[in-house]
């Protein structure tokens, strides 16, 4: 039967042969003949393909060990298997004995994916049953190239005729002659769903009847009235279905969550009842609203027996419309490696008007050129972490400026988006002049709100450890020194406009593989495991990108239950941390922790050119202390200007650091008295410009410094000033942030 299936990879292709033709072939043999026969059933050709797959992996063991051992260990295991059978089976007969012709309860919400083997990546473990319930099997039948006496190609998308996703309900479904099969029968699986109680408040582990611990909750706001949650969404975790896992996604998981709090009266009822929080919807809409990237926006879920099309009744005017008795729809986008705030609507009337706040918002903003907000019916901010990558002609100290300079003048930034269905997307700061269609090309603004938590990611143990964090054993970019926490206000919403923007700038985020935030995974056991997919580095990625902060205008309820109106009350969500918050408190932590008590620092000499003219007061230009001598070590450092008596247009400055037991005593001024004494006697003029605190870190390879605080005698030193006098005069990476930090 193997000569009939066709591999992509991870994807079986099927048309099903004529049985009768086969039994009389010359050359078919016994084995053969017994799979393929009148009456075949849509399991029995799953379990076709997963015979293939298991004897084209068999001659792949040598190289391919880990998944043939996978495939072994569960498949080999008849009674499993039937179990699993089971479960699966009364799942769907749950669902399908309150659901009729005007309620339907999605297909999405009746299994529960936790029960189906947890590894992860591309291991074939998956048996018929759960390749249907996974929604990993799309069908299009023969009959699809006809009507009436019109002979089309079927698989010609704009004849309008596409796959259709099976579910269980389809297990026993007679197949024919011509019929084709998809099979993904090595779907991407997304385990980290299963991690999480969709139906907990944020961060809170409920306990089970048992006494033992569950699963953090997701849940931020929940409005059953109004019909919406707000959920905090973990990273790794699509919204919606993809084209070959129709379980593991936030949609789903809110689905099954609301399914599994109303089963019991629902089934008790043997009715779908008074849904309170149900809402009337086209049939053709599924539970992700559409907006989904995948092959499966509308996709129809029928009841056992009718996946073939219902032709229209000429006499019927309009199309019938089915009641959900779980709605579940997503509005709001965030791509599956970013976490934060998500709104999920469960009734239709608010997905509707969220969804319109989101239009109004952008075309707002383009009207505006994103200089004002009276308009917009909703706000989001994002946190993320970007790389700090200086080129030959710059430093880490320029970089951060150049971004604290779009913060300080608010400006707008903004890129034009090439319009491409693939991925990475193209920003550019100007349409092309051989652009076809500059029209199309859409107009994406954003503004950098606030900057914190500038690190470095080299030099010492405290930044290796937080690179290791961030990126795992491999995966940092190698001229990535250090990161930034950014806070971004998004003015207009498209596909991959953080990620794009900020690369376009020369920021990519962290662990951002496609717009050069990461280095993607090439070990040969990872690359098996993906086997050809284009997209398999995805799975890996961990995105430093979090939409913090979310506000929009509370709706209230009209007279008509379908309908809800704007209010001018808003409603605002914020989260204080993100994944990566932890990491970085460790990172100042652990540097903050370093001492320099034992270690010796001669000082930095100046990086001044040899071959430029110096006017100095001393005969002796050794004399002069250098412009940069700092301590190991968390210290106070003061600034100093000095300028020459004798030479009013010669000025030079002073950075330094000291323990109290290197300069005699706990005060910025023990600090900056031996300083000043030298330099007036030979014969400078110097004023102490301020002062705060220095962490310097010394490395065979890198040193670096970062400059924070304020001195009580002396005030607040100009960081950024002398972070770039550091990086001038010294081979010493210097960061700075403008908080007090420590005295």
Same mark, same amino acid.
């Given at each position: 039967m193997s000569k009939y299936v066709t591999f992509s990879e991870h994807i079986a292709h099927v048309i099903i042969p004529d049985a009768a033709a086969v039994l009389q072939s010359e050359n078919i043999d016994g084995a053969a003949s017994e799979e393929i026969h009148e009456g075949m059933t849509c399991g029995q050709v799953i379990e076709w393909v997963l015979r293939a797959v298991r004897t084209r992996n068999e001659t792949e063991m040598e190289e391919d060990s880990i998944i043939s051992q996978n495939n072994h260990s569960e498949f080999s295991d008849t009674t499993q298997q039937q179990q699993r059978y089971k479960t699966i089976t009364e799942e769907y007969q749950q669902g399908q004995s309150i659901s009729t012709s005007a309620t339907i309860l999605d297909p999405a919400y009746r299994h529960d994916p936790n029960s189906f083997p947890q590894l992860t990546h591309y291991a074939n473990n998956l048996c018929s049953a759960e390749l249907l319930a996974m929604g990993s099997v799309w069908s299009l039948p023969y009959s699809a190239s006809s009507s009436s006496s019109t002979i089309v190609d079927r698989f010609d998308p704009s004849n309008g005729v596409k796959p259709t996703r099976l579910n269980m309900g389809n297990y026993n479904d007679t197949v024919y002659s011509g019929d084709y099969f998809r099979v993904h029968f090595n779907p991407r699986r997304f385990v980290d769903t299963n991690k999480y109680d969709w139906g907990g408040n944020d961060g809170v582990i409920r306990n089970n009847d048992d006494g033992s611990s569950s699963k953090p909750g997701v849940i931020v706001r929940r409005d059953d009235e109004v019909g919406y949650l707000i959920i905090n969404k973990p990273p790794n975790i699509p919204v919606h279905a993809r084209v070959d896992n129709l379980l593991e996604n936030v949609a789903s998981s809110v689905g099954r969550m609301l399914w599994l709090e109303r089963r019991e009266d629902l089934l008790s009822n043997g009715r779908s009842g008074d849904l309170t929080n149900s809402s009337s919807s086209s049939s053709s809409s599924n539970s992700s609203d559409g907006g989904n990237s995948d092959e499966d926006d509308d996709v129809e879920f029928w009841p056992s027996g009718q996946r073939k099309r219902k032709k229209k009744n000429s006499n019927q005017k309009q199309k019938q419309k089915t009641d959900k008795l779980v709605y579940v729809a997503t509005p709001q986008r965030l791509d599956q490696n970013t976490s934060g705030l998500l709104v999920v609507g469960t009734k239709k009337s608010f997905a509707s008007y969220f969804a319109k706040l989101l239009r109004t918002k952008t075309s707002g903003q383009l009207q505006s050129g994103g200089s004002s907000q009276s308009s917009c019916g909703v706000h989001k901010s994002y946190r993320c972490l970007v790389c700090v990558t200086p080129e030959t002609t710059s430093s880490m100290a320029s970089e951060v400026e150049r971004l604290q300079k779009f913060q300080a003048e608010g400006t707008i930034i903004k890129h034009f988006l090439e319009p491409s269905i693939r991925a990475p997307k193209r920003f550019v700061g100007r349409v092309p002049d051989e652009a076809e269609n500059p029209e199309s090309w859409a107009e994406c603004l954003l503004k950098i709100a606030n900057i914190t938590n500038v690190c470095t990611v080299v030099g010492n143990d405290p930044s290796e450890a937080l690179a290791t964090d961030l990126w795992g054993e491999f995966?940092? &970019?190698?001229?990535?020194?250090?990161?930034? @926490?950014? =806070?971004?206000?998004?003015?207009?919403?498209? #596909?991959?406009?953080i990620r794009g923007q900020m690369a376009a700038l020369g920021f990519p985020l962290v662990g951002d593989v496609q717009y050069g935030g990461a280095v993607p995974n090439t070990s040969s056991e990872y690359m098996k495991?993906?086997?050809?997919?284009?997209?398999?580095?995805?799975d890996s990625e961990t995105l430093a990108l979090q939409c913090a902060t979310l506000e929009f205008l509370d709706p209230d309820a009209s007279n008509d239950s379908e309908k809800v109106q704007r209010s001018d009350r808003w409603l605002?969500?914020?989260?204080?941390?993100?994944?990566?918050? &932890?990491?970085?408190?460790?990172?100042?932590? @652990?540097? =903050?922790?370093?001492?320099?008590?034992?270690? #010796?620092?001669?000082?930095?000499?100046?990086?001044?050119?040899p071959n430029e003219q110096q006017t100095s007061p001393s005969s002796d230009d050794q004399l002069l202390?250098?412009?940069?001598?700092?301590?190991?070590?968390?210290?106070?450092?003061?600034?100093?200007?000095?300028?020459?008596?004798?030479?009013?247009?010669?000025?030079?400055w002073f950075v330094r650091s000291a323990s109290p037991e290197e300069c005699g005593g706990p005060y910025h001024a023990n600090v900056a008295q031996d300083l000043l004494d030298r330099l007036q006697s030979l014969g400078y003029s110097t004023t102490v410009m301020g002062g705060g605190r220095i962490d310097f870190m010394v490395n065979d390879e890198v040193s670096h410094a970062h400059v924070f605080g304020f001195s009580y005698g002396f005030g607040k030193g100009d960081h950024q000033k002398v972070a770039t006098i550091i990086e001038e005069n010294s081979d010493i990476i210097a960061t700075f942030d403008m908080s007090d930090g420590l005295y």
């Open positions: 995966g940092k &970019p190698d001229d990535c020194v250090g990161i930034l @926490e950014l =806070e971004i206000e998004l003015l207009t919403g498209r #596909t991959h406009q495991n993906c086997r050809g997919r284009a997209e398999g580095f995805l605002s969500f914020h989260l204080d941390g993100a994944f990566w918050t &932890p990491f970085v408190n460790r990172y100042h932590a @652990e540097s =903050e922790s370093l001492s320099g008590a034992a270690m #010796t620092f001669e000082g930095v000499a100046s990086k001044r050119d202390p250098p412009l940069v001598q700092l301590s190991p070590g968390s210290h106070k450092y003061i600034v100093i200007r000095a300028t020459a008596v004798a030479n009013a247009d010669e000025e030079l």
